[in-house]
């Protein structure tokens, strides 16, 4: 059993990702924080508590147990650590699930669950909390990682951060002694060797706070690391852009699972296939697709963080393909990752030193930065292939949608 605590901005490959982990028989997850980025956290506490109803309806739908966690969820920070917000509405629609909650609002969330959160309600938690699929918390959720990192044995808990990274910037800042007791953190984040998705060098999540991306990361070596700082360096995993955009849920495939649905459509096909749709046509527009045959085939919603998910889930497997034995996942380790936190057309880069030099043992002139200087510099593991036998977009949607086997 993995005991995991997800860090999100819910809009639509987080919902994703966190069903995924929901209805994991070998996960516990034991905290959802939400942060700002997708949408603001009202919308982000109001998508993730309608996943919540709406795998409750899911469940009496097919008359089985198919939640096996029942998370706290908690509210972290508003903005970005220098107080910004970035607008990404554009894309996910203004509730940061394509507007879902005005297309369907019976299947949103009861306005009584969305009260627990309210710091001036007296509802009482415990009492109200018994039959609800999740615990309310009003600490905090920077807070919140911080306890239970604390009570929990070191080295057993995975953080997965599926949003921007503030709240784990600032758990840190609190406590970094409790904060390095995490097992690792996995980190959907960055754009090392292609293009950003938000500007030509940034990924969204980086981008939205460069200030806590940056500080996260200096967590893993030697950046920043203050004298009184009596932490272990942190183990951090990315998943970059470079892995995730080659990875799409397509929607030829999605409609196969909505014929399949056709006759008895279940609470949770019928809420999702709303947003799956509007984003469909969103990447189509963004993309200049048209409606040719060629087109379609390559049209499908990249699964960033459901990979991220997965990848925490799977990284201690491995997998025997014609009787070769490899792990599910190349990592390439010790990478000396940075992030660009000023620049005017570079903010939010994630940088790292392509140029081919030899680290050597002291500081030398004219090392800037001391990039060639080793011991110096972050220590990252950077995701760059999965290598599973099936197609994962194929995947997410079986799982997600109790699809019989080999449906695909």
Aim: glycine letters at 6%; hydrophobic letters at 35%; charged letters at 20%.
């Amino acid at each position: 059993m993995q005991k995991l605590i997800i860090d999100t901005d819910p809009g639509v490959d987080d919902v994703l990702a966190l069903t995924l982990a929901l209805l994991s028989s070998n996960t516990d997850l034991a905290l959802i924080s939400l942060c700002f980025g997708n949408c603001n956290t009202e919308n982000s506490l109001r998508n993730v508590l309608t996943l919540m109803h709406v795998l409750q309806l899911e469940e009496s739908h097919r008359n089985t147990k198919i939640l096996h966690s029942k998370p706290k969820i908690a509210i972290g920070l508003e903005t970005a650590l220098d107080g910004t917000q970035l607008d990404a509405t554009d894309f996910h629609g203004q509730d940061g699930l394509g507007n879902v909650h005005n297309t369907a609002p019976h299947f949103s969330a009861p306005t009584h669950w969305i009260n627990q959160f309210n710091q001036d309600s007296d509802m009482n938690l415990s009492s109200s909390s018994s039959s609800l699929p999740f615990v309310a918390s009003k600490t905090p959720s920077y807070l919140e990682i911080i306890n239970i990192l604390r009570t929990e044995p070191e080295n057993t808990v995975t953080i997965v951060a599926i949003g921007p990274l503030m709240n784990l910037a600032k758990a840190a800042e609190i406590d970094p002694y409790v904060f390095s007791r995490a097992k690792s953190v996995v980190s959907m984040g960055g754009a090392l060797r292609v293009p950003g998705n938000v500007t030509p060098y940034s990924e969204f999540n980086v981008f939205s706070d460069p200030l806590a991306a940056s500080r996260v990361y200096n967590l893993t070596g030697t950046l920043d690391r203050s004298p009184q700082n009596k932490s272990l360096p942190i183990t951090l995993d990315i998943l970059p852009l470079d892995l995730t955009e080659k990875h799409k849920m397509f929607a030829q495939d999605f409609d196969k699972v909505q014929e399949f649905h056709s006759t008895n459509p279940s609470p949770l096909f019928q809420w999702a296939s709303i947003w799956l749709k509007q984003t469909f046509n969103t990447y189509k527009h963004i993309s200049g697709l048209d409606d040719s045959p060629q087109h379609l085939a390559t049209l499908g919603i990249q699964m960033h963080d459901p990979l991220a998910v997965h990848y925490a889930l799977t990284s201690h497997l491995i997998v025997d393909n014609n009787n070769v034995v490899t792990g599910l996942w190349r990592v390439h380790k010790n990478k000396d990752v940075r992030i660009e936190t000023n620049g005017t057309w570079t903010r939010g880069m994630t940088v790292e030193d392509r140029r081919g030099k030899p680290k050597r043992k002291d500081p030398t002139h004219n090392d800037y930065d001391e990039w060639l200087t080793e011991g110096h510099g972050n220590n990252i593991g950077v995701v760059g292939e999965y290598l599973g036998i099936r197609n994962f977009g194929q995947d997410v949607l079986s799982i997600m949608f109790g699809l019989p086997d080999n449906f695909f």
